[in-house]
């Protein structure tokens, strides 16, 4: 592995870090596609399994390549340790499984992902952890929030799909105050816009699946922490659970990692530009954009992040049937429901992505029937607002001849 004994940039860490090379002395990542691994003799097993000697033992929790991800990952965010999942959402379940015991609280913000609010009051609360949603810019309401038995403060910034941005250097004090672990999904931004852990996050959790993966290959997470008795609590449970991240998309995953930086600037510069035009559209009542100066989080942004991200949402003039006349309109535009593709796509949140929640949490998280959710890719963005007008200019003219 490469021992860097200077700091460098984070293009640099997406490229190099984490590395091992073998004695085959091969320039690019390999990938060990191998469920076991062979012992000297039954005393190095015995030691390896044991865990009293450092070494591989079996891939659902040793695996050289998962290791390669976790590490190149860990520098980039700035962290010690990472712990790569089969997907976004077992990362979060492994720190839930990690921490978390009947009778404890965790205080969760209003807006995250759909299946994130469905994990914890749906599967987590079967098992006697209760939920308190609060709202993500509330910093009173966070304060409120915490009780002698909440374990853990929960926020996604910016949250999906409206963009809001939570006061991370506030939430990490008011976690410290209260003695509980502070949790960022940084999902949106990745650590080449935003590093959680620099502002006091204990726990950072990513879908490897969206922009770190970057063209929609493979499904994957990962968490990252400083704190090694932490750590070590993530890794029992994934050796112990098993929701492991496969070598092969591993390999995928640091490939990705290596053009995160690159794609982050076109994914960022292009959101803006979309998010501009979109404003101007007559069939546009709203958009959700952080880069705009008329976000409620602008100012935040431009002080915890180092760009705005590539997702845009909007609202619409109309109803259900409208946003998903301008959905239908599209036919460059990829309808899907993922995210941080170099292909851009768009959706219809209240009806996907949230569609398991009650219609009051969509109403109090701001997902309306008219938002629509763009994960805004890497063509030319003449071509992306030229397939998005097709369906906007209808809804418009619609709107006039109610109006008339």
Known sequence: MYDFTEPLSIETLAIRAG???????????PIFATSSFVFDNAADAAAKFSGATEGNVYSRFTNPTVRGFEDRLAAMEGGRFAIATASGMSAILCLALS????????????????????LFTKTLSRFGVTTDFVALTDLSAWQRAMSPRTRLLFVETPSNPTCEI???????????????????????????????????ADVVVHSATKYLDGQGRCVGGALVVNDRALYDELFNTLRTSGPSMSPFNAWVFQKGLETLALRMKGHCEYAAELA????????????????????????????????????????????????????DHTRLLSITANLGDSKSTITHPASTTHARITEKQRQVAGITDSLIRIGVGLEHPDDIKLDLRRGLDSVATSESRLAD
């Open 99 to 118: 921490v978390l015991k009947a009778g404890d609280r965790v205080a969760v913000s209003e807006n995250v992902f759909g299946s994130t609010v469905s």
């Open 19 to 29: 590395q091992r090379r073998t004695a085959e002395s091969e320039h690019s990542d």
């Open 166 to 200: 939570a006061d991370l250097a506030s939430l990490s004090k008011i976690a410290k105050e209260a003695g509980v672990l502070f949790v960022v999904d940084n999902v949106y931004c990745t650590p080449v816009l935003q590093k959680p852990l620099e502002y006091g």
């Open 276 to 327: 501009d035009w979109l404003q101007g559209h007559p069939a546009v009542r709203r958009v959700f954009y952080p880069g705009l100066s008329s976000h409620p989080g602008h100012l935040l942004a431009l002080k915890q992040q180092r760009g705005f991200g590539g997702i845009v949402a909007f609202e619409i003039h109309g109803s259900r049937s409208d946003a998903w006349q301008v959905i």
